[in-house]
Each structure stands twice: as C-alpha cells, then as structure tokens.
C-alpha cells in the first residue's frame, strides 16, 4: 500500500482564466456616442439667429410661429422683445443652417395671415396653423437684421417674368397690385409707383409673367383701363367697357403691334408711356408735321385741344392749343388756335413732282382753301376745325403770331346764319310798327261795324223771304183761280189765249223767285258779299 501510494505523482494543476466581457457594457458606450451625435447634429442644423422688426406683434408666439420659404420650415421664432423706440417690436428667430444663403440685404420678410382682396382670398390655411413668417430670398450682402412688411409683396417668391416701367402723368386709383390685362386676361400687376428723378411724372413698375412676357415689343401700347371708359368729343359719345375688377380698382391694359415680330421683345426695365384712354393709345406719331394759328372771328365755345381737324370730312390733323389774347394798344381780342396738320396721311398720286409740304400748303391757300370751324356734334356740342375751299372768301390780314404761320379762315356757317338772322331782325326793328298797329286797330274796328250791319242786313232777308214765302203760296193760289176761270172760256178765244199766256209768265216769275228763296237760304251771307262765281255758275 505504501509503494503504491508513494509511486503515484500528481501534475501540478494550472488554471487558464479566460477574460470575458458582457454586453451590458456596451450600452452606455452606445448611449454615450448617440447623444453625442445628436449634440453635433443639433449645433451642426442650427444656423444664425437673425432679427426682424416689425410694427406689430399680433399672431406671433414664441417657438410656436415658424418661419417658411415655399412652405418648408427654415427657422423659427424663439424670442419677441419690444425695442427701445416703443413703437416696432423684434422678432428674434433661429434659422436653420441651409437658409443662411437667403439671408441677404434685399431678402424680405412678412406676417402671412388671411386677406380678402379683389384679387381673392388668401392665408387661408393659417385658420388652423396660426401666422407665420414667409421670406423672399434676394440679393445683397450678408446681414442678420431686417425690416420686415407690413404687406405681402405682390409677387410670390417663385413668379417668372420680366419687370417694366410705365411713365404717367395721372396715377389714378392704380396701387400696388393693380392688375394688368391683355385682351381680358390677367397677366400681370403693378409693383410699386415713384416720382420720376425730375419729379414731373410718375413711374410705375410693372411685372408681366411669363410666357405673356414676350408681347412686350417695341410698338407695344398701354392706357390706362378703368372699366367704363365714357369719352364726349367731335364725333359724338363713345363707350367702352373692360372687367368686373377693372370697374372697381382700376387696371393697366395693353397690346401688341401687328408690325412686330419676335426680334422686337423689349428686355427688362424698357420704359413705356401710360396713355390715359384706350383712343389716346390707338392714335399713330407722326414725325413730319406743320403747325399753323388760324384766328376765328366767332366764338369758339365747344373747340377743345385733341380736335379734329379735317379736309372734306377727313382728318389731316388736330388743335394742340385754344387760348385768349389781348393787344393792350388797340384793345383787340384774339383766339389764337395752334393746329397741327399731318401731311403723312395723305397719300401722294404723283411722287416724281418734288415739292416741300409747306409749299403744297400754301399753294392750297392760293387756291381759296381756308379754315372753318364746324359742329362735329349736335349732342355734345363739339366743334372741329374744316378745310375746304372758298375761292371768293377775303383774307383778313392778322397780326403775326411770331412762332406760327397764319393759316387763313373764313366765317362758319353758323356765324354766317347768325349775321342774316341779325340783319333781318334789324329790319324788323326800323319798321314803324306803332304806327301799324293803330292802323290794324282801325281796321278791326271797322270791320266791327260792317258785321254788325251784315247782321242786320241777313235778319231783313229773313223777313223778306218770309214774305217771299207767302207771296208765293198766294200766287199759286191765284194761279189756280185762273186756270179755273180759264176753263170756263172757249178753247180759241181771243180771252182765253190771253188768260193762258199770263200764266205762263207768272208761273216762270214764281219759279224764279222760288230759285232766289233757296239760294238765299243756302247762302244768306251773298247779300252782302254778292253771288259767288261758283255759285253764278
């Protein structure tokens, strides 16, 4: 037992500890790394804080109203303190790190909440969403405090087109918004109005969205379109009518020349004129014209600048000025009339005959063409100024005007109608008509007596055919005695053919009488006037 045990040897025991680690601590190592990855995250979006002031505070709440650019959310309010002026409030916000390209000088910034406008309704969705901060990225340099609008500008941030300049003298009820029509269709507004640099005009600028933007041409013409357009001139009254939202706040419409092709689209800022009417507009430039005074010895009441003139009723031209003159040394009134004629419109049938136009002028007024003014309009009472001519009218020498030729005129005929009407009725005036009517007096008066006595004379024939009457009833009576009588003598005596013969005579004496009783029954006044010829007849 003792060998054994002392033969057996144990190896020494080595233990192999393995270090194992658990997965438990990888949590807070993961933990750890995310919230530091979300740390700079966060700091990485955040962007700069900028600053905006506006007049009012209203529907802005701190880290609740959300600055926007094309409805995605670039910042946010996070603070709105009042600042030291106590009349503007500033509007502290923190932008994201992307929006930091819009942040320029020219960017621009506004409240968006619900408007109605002729144009339509808008912001309706911040009902439920509450305001918010629109931006419009522009250029400039790089700044963090603006200014914001108290309106939203007209143009949203995405609009494509070009911008115009119109030159007018009357702004009318055209603002900011006022849109602007081609043939009815809305196609663009006005953006702003100014004084121009030498403050005689006003300039308005206008933006025309795109593809619309190409009609814009050299020979492209805006007037001024108010809804109803009413105009009373020469050629009676004109009406004109335009939209619903042209009647209530005014418009701007235009149109493009026929003559101009694609090579004439005008680029940005060309400058226009604005015409006041859609007439104004329609009326063509001409370079070469001749300018004349014409004096006319009548009134001129109804003659207003923009008045036609015309040769045989075809316009050649237009009055530029009406005014009043006095000479201090004679005391004579004039009224100058400055006209403008336009040789362009009359077409030239023979071009080889070389001949200046105020040569062709003047040797129309050789041949008696002179000036005379015209009513253009009964109903308005315009007049326009008439060439035609008068080969025996007189040329009354003026004096001279010093920067117009004179052109010669003659008396409408109007003024003519009046002079004969003034002369007749001096006649009438020299006409010793007092004495007249006392001689009329005694005429009537005579007259008078004479019916009195024809009244008398009628109620005696009366009586007289009274008697006519029953003297002729007695003669028929004694004619019947004596056919009677007559009857009781031998037919072929020398009585009886006697007896007979007298009764032919007063039966014709009683027919006769019996006509005169009833002709004078039927015409009583001949008694004293005498038998008319149709009633001797």
């Known amino acids: 037992m003792t060998d054994l045990n002392e033969n057996y040897e144990a190896d020494e025991v080595v233990l192999n500890k393995k270090s194992e680690w658990s997965l438990i601590w990888f949590l807070p190592v993961i933990a750890v790394l995310v919230s530091g990855w979300l740390i700079y995250k966060s700091f990485a979006e955040k962007g700069e804080v900028i600053t905006i002031s506006f007049p009012t505070a209203e529907g802005l ?7 926007k650019y094309l409805d995605v959310e670039i910042g946010k309010v996070t603070a709105i303190n009042i600042n030291d002026d106590l009349k503007t409030i500033a509007v502290t916000a923190q932008m994201n790190a992307s929006s930091s390209k819009y942040l320029k000088t020219n960017t621009l910034f506004w409240v968006v909440r619900p408007q109605v406008g002729l144009g339509g309704i808008s912001g309706l969705g911040t009902l439920l969403s509450g305001a918010y ?16 609008l108290t309106n939203p500008p007209p143009l949203k941030a995405n609009a494509e087109g070009k911008e115009f300049i119109l030159e007018t003298n009357n702004l009318g009820s055209m603002r900011t918004g006022t849109p602007i029509n081609f043939h009815g269709i809305a196609v663009g507004q006005v953006l702003t109005h100014e004084l121009s640099a030498a403050a005689d005009a006003i300039r308005l600028t206008i933006f025309i969205n795109k593809p619309y933007d190409q009609f814009i041409r050299k020979n492209t013409r805006f007037w001024i379109d108010s809804g109803v357009d009413l105009s009373a001139g020469a050629d009676g009254f004109k009406v004109r009518t335009g939209s619903l939202i042209s009647l209530l706040s005014g418009g701007i419409a235009f149109r493009a020349s026929a003559e101009d092709g694609i090579e004439a689209i005008q680029p940005e800022n060309t400058l226009y004129p604005l015409y006041d009417t859609y007439d104004q507009s329609t009326e063509i430039t001409y370079r070469d014209t001749l300018h004349y005074v014409m004096y006319f010895n009548g009134s001129v009441r109804g003659l207003t600048e923009g008045a036609p003139v015309q040769l045989r009723g075809y316009p050649v031209g237009k009055v530029l000025n009406v005014s009043l003159e006095l000479d201090e040394k004679t005391a004579d009134i004039r009224i100058p009339v400055i006209v403008e004629l336009q040789p362009e419109r009359i077409k030239e049938v023979n071009p080889n005959v070389k001949i200046l136009p105020q040569e062709m002028v003047k ?4 041949k008696g063409l002179r000036a005379q003014l015209q009513t253009g309009s009964l109903l308005t009472g315009q007049l326009l100024v008439d060439l035609d001519f008068h080969p025996k009218s007189k040329i009354i020498e003026n004096p001279k005007h010093g920067l117009y030729a004179e052109f010669p005129t003659t008396a409408s005929s109007l003024d003519q109608f009046t002079h004969s009407a003034n002369i ?3 006649k009438i005036a020299k006409l010793p008509l007092e004495n007249l009517t006392d001689e009329i007096n005694k005429t009537l008066q005579g007259l008078q007596g004479t019916t009195t006595a024809a009244t008398s004379t009628l109620n005696s024939v009366k009586g007289t055919m009274g008697t006519v009457d029953k003297t002729l009833n007695s003669a028929d009576k004694t004619l019947n005695t004596a056919q009677k009588a007559l009857s009781n003598f031998e037919a072929g005596a020398t009585t009886h053919y006697q007896l007979e013969q007298l009764l032919q005579e007063l039966t014709q004496a009683a027919g006769s009488v019996k006509q005169l009783t009833d002709y004078l029954a039927q015409h009583p006044e001949s008694v004293v006037r005498g038998k008319s010829e149709e009633g001797a007849k």
Do not use: A, R, W
């Open 133 to 148: 901060i629109e931006i419009k990225p522009s250029s400039g340099e790089h700044q963090h405090d603006f200014v914001g």
């Open 424 to 426: 007749i009725m001096d």
């Open 363 to 366: 040797q129309l007024i050789d």
């Open 61 to 67: 709440d701190v880290d609740k109203t959300k600055i």
